[in-house]
């Protein structure tokens, strides 16, 4: 692996959302094999960051760029985004009643390939897929054939999520929250899908307001939002002392810099 | 007003050659009733969006006449591949060579209506006209008088129908300006089952309006699949009237699909007569150019503990419009009705229009009773969560309107007949 591999790089990045200010300046940079965890107190713009990155449309950035392997990605529509290798596990997966998970996933594997320039999958080879990868996270067979999360327990969705991250081998995935509202047995499943989706070739943004998932999911480093702005970086044991001590010496520190 | 000078005319020669029987005579009350109120305009509280000023000037005859399209048009449609008892009417007259009924029970009657008031008089006379009233309902009054002719279910106690029946209603104006009139009676005894499939389908490039009226009575602990596909072209007008009257215990499964038509109006009444009843009605409207679709529903709860749940949904494009007027009346004795009603609305285009009015009138107390309509254009959020996993907008728009679309069309519990509505239903979005 080079070192020099940057694949996601951040640069002052500033958003606002009617005019409120949420991202006042965020500095990243994710290598590929790498994984960042993203901590903060509630309101620090996790949520935000993850959103601008994915593309909804209701953020308005203000300054700064963004690029994935050396491509502007703020310039690119969401669908572009996600086809050139950006994946956003939601914190709230949606349900869409009347659209099946196999239809959905079908659309979304063959839109990528399409835009690839590879032909669409055969239908035998796209089943045996979801077979498989449907494994890695232990989802029931018989969600694929329900509408898109439709009824699913919060576990089923968020396994989901991870299911459909399996399906699409992105090249970033961003994981906003998977963790909250999971219990222990749904948080291990779905941190052991994300491991055995790791590789040298793939980075994780881990965004998470507890240090409980990093417990399985452990980030090479450690990063703590606070108002808009990347206030202090570390590795892994950083987001221990987060644990035992709370955000607010955090936020004592980040005062008395200012 | 070139209609109501040729529906007199019509009556006028009728009348000179009829019988002088008690049928004459409800047809005469019903035209005495029609020439004193003559068409409802947009003055009248019930028609107030929906003008039938441009039908009544039109030059429409009744004619017997069929041309040689109608049998490729019905091995085009999506009823050919279909196993199921078909009765087909051409212009409101039963055509036996197109029919074909395949139920081998011979105690059930699909037939026609002319050839069961003289085959099946009981029945006939219990139920013929008992429902669909007359009395300020002029297009009901003008079907009385004239109607020619139309399907005749008769399914006694304790029988099931193994297959469905279609009755396939073609409009052909082929030749000229059509006025079709057919009147559908469908009578399902006590502990008896059913499946009732309306089609109406054109051919011809004169206008037609079709008037129809359809009386179902079902008996207690019956149950009924009923299903109403609307698919006319051309410059077609459908007025359709359907009064379904419930005895207890009775579990009733109504869709109606909206596909095509320059203006449609139907009027889909339920009136449960006894306790414990059961009714589901779906409605499915998709227009455009500038075509027309009104439905009027009306659930009568008079009886207690009955349920009703009404879901009617509708995609509007380019200028066309469309009415929901749905009504729920919950009588004093109706103690414990649950009645729900929701009209979902997606406007397409900035020009097309839905005027909607949901309506509970409750006398009871001791009900539960929701209702609410929705207008709007799709939602952001799972377009976004679509296009996130690489889906482009307008592929994502389509699976987003499909999915509300089909959502009516899987009520249908005919799996093949589904499948090809569905298609039909992608086609058109």
Redesign the interface.
């Known amino acids: 692996m080079i070192a020099t591999n940057k694949m996601l790089s951040i640069k002052n990045l500033k958003a606002e959302i009617e005019g409120k200010k949420i991202l006042n300046g965020i500095n990243l940079e994710v290598k590929a094999g790498e994984v960042h965890a993203i901590m903060g107190p509630n309101g620090a713009g996790k949520s935000t960051l993850s959103a601008v990155l994915a593309g909804r449309a209701d953020y308005d950035v203000t300054e700064g760029s963004v690029t994935l392997d050396g491509k502007d990605l703020l310039d690119m529509s969401a669908e572009d985004r996600a086809r050139e290798g950006v994946f956003l596990a939601f914190q709230y997966p949606i349900e869409i009643p009347g659209v099946s998970t196999t239809n959905f996933l079908k659309t979304a594997v063959n839109e990528k390939r399409k835009y690839q320039g590879l032909e669409p999958m055969e239908a035998t080879d796209f089943l045996k897929l979801m077979r498989q990868k449907m494994e890695f996270v232990e989802m029931d067979k018989s969600l694929t054939s329900r509408s898109l999360n439709e009824g699913f327990s919060g576990g089923e969705k968020k396994r989901n999520e991870i299911f459909q991250m399996a399906m699409l081998e992105p090249k970033l995935s961003i994981l906003d929250e998977t963790d909250s509202g999971l219990d222990i047995d749904a948080l291990r499943l779905v941190s052991e899908g994300v491991n055995k989706l790791r590789s040298k070739d793939n980075a994780y943004i881990v965004i998470t307001h507890y240090q409980r998932l990093l417990d399985y999911i452990v980030p090479d480093f450690v990063h703590v939002l606070y108002k808009g702005r990347i206030v202090k970086s570390g590795d892994a044991s950083l987001a221990k002392e987060l644990e035992l001590k709370g955000y607010d010496w955090i936020k004592a520190e980040v005062e008395a810099s200012m | 007003m070139k209609l109501e000078e040729n529906i007199k005319t019509e009556f006028h020669q009728y009348k000179n050659q009829a019988e002088e029987n008690a049928f004459f005579q409800m047809r005469e009350k019903a035209f005495a009733e029609f020439d004193k109120n003559g068409f409802p305009t947009i003055k009248n509280e019930e028609w107030k969006y929906t003008n039938l000023k441009s039908i009544f000037d039109k030059n429409f005859k009744s004619t017997c006449v069929s041309s040689a399209n109608v049998k490729n048009l019905l091995v085009d449609s999506v009823f050919n591949s279909i196993k199921a008892n078909k009765l087909v009417f051409v212009n409101g007259s039963f055509n036996p060579e197109l029919s074909n009924i395949i139920e081998k029970d011979n105690a059930i009657v699909i037939s026609n209506l002319a050839k069961a008031r003289k085959e099946n008089t009981n029945v006939f006379d219990a139920h013929f006209g008992k429902y669909a009233k007359i009395e300020n309902e002029s297009l009901n009054a003008m079907n009385m008088a004239l109607m020619s002719d139309g399907a005749f279910v008769y399914v006694p106690s304790n029988k099931k129908v193994e297959n469905p029946i279609i009755i396939m209603n073609v409009v052909d104006s082929t030749d000229i300006n059509v006025l079709s009139q057919p009147r559908n009676l469908i009578v399902i005894e006590k502990n008896a089952e059913a499946c009732i499939v309306e089609s109406y389908i054109s051919a011809g490039t004169n206008a037609s309006f079709i008037n129809v009226v359809n009386e179902i009575y079902v008996d207690e602990n019956a149950h009924l699949e009923h299903y109403k596909i609307q698919q006319q072209t051309g410059e077609s007008y459908q007025n359709n009237y359907t009064q379904i009257f419930q005895e207890a215990n009775t579990n009733i499964n109504q869709v109606t699909l909206t596909l095509d038509g320059t203006m449609v109006r139907n009027n889909l009444h339920f009136y449960m007569n006894g306790k414990n009843c059961d009714t589901l009605l779906y409605g499915l409207y998709i227009t455009e150019g500038s075509n027309h679709v009104d439905n009027h529903t009306r659930v009568d709860h008079a009886m207690p503990n009955c349920h009703s749940n009404e879901l009617y949904k509708g995609i509007m494009k380019d200028k066309s419009t469309a009415v929901f007027n749905g009504k729920i009346m919950v009588h004093l004795d109706a103690q414990k009705t649950n009645a729900y009603q929701r009209n979902q609305n997606i406007l397409l285009d900035p020009e097309a229009t839905i005027n909607t009015k949901p309506q509970l009138e409750i006398f009871a107390d001791d009900v539960k009773c929701t209702h609410g309509a929705t207008v709007g254009q799709l939602d ?3 377009m ?10 307008d ?2 728009r389509k ?2 309107l ?3 679309a ?2 009516i069309a899987e009520k249908i519990k005919i799996p093949e007949l589904v499948g090809l509505l569905e298609q039909l239903i992608e086609e058109k979005l």
Do not use: K, T
């Open positions: 952001e959020e799972p976004f969560y679509l296009r996130s996993r690489g889906i482009p907008e592929v994502a699976m987003l499909n999915a509300f089909d959502d």
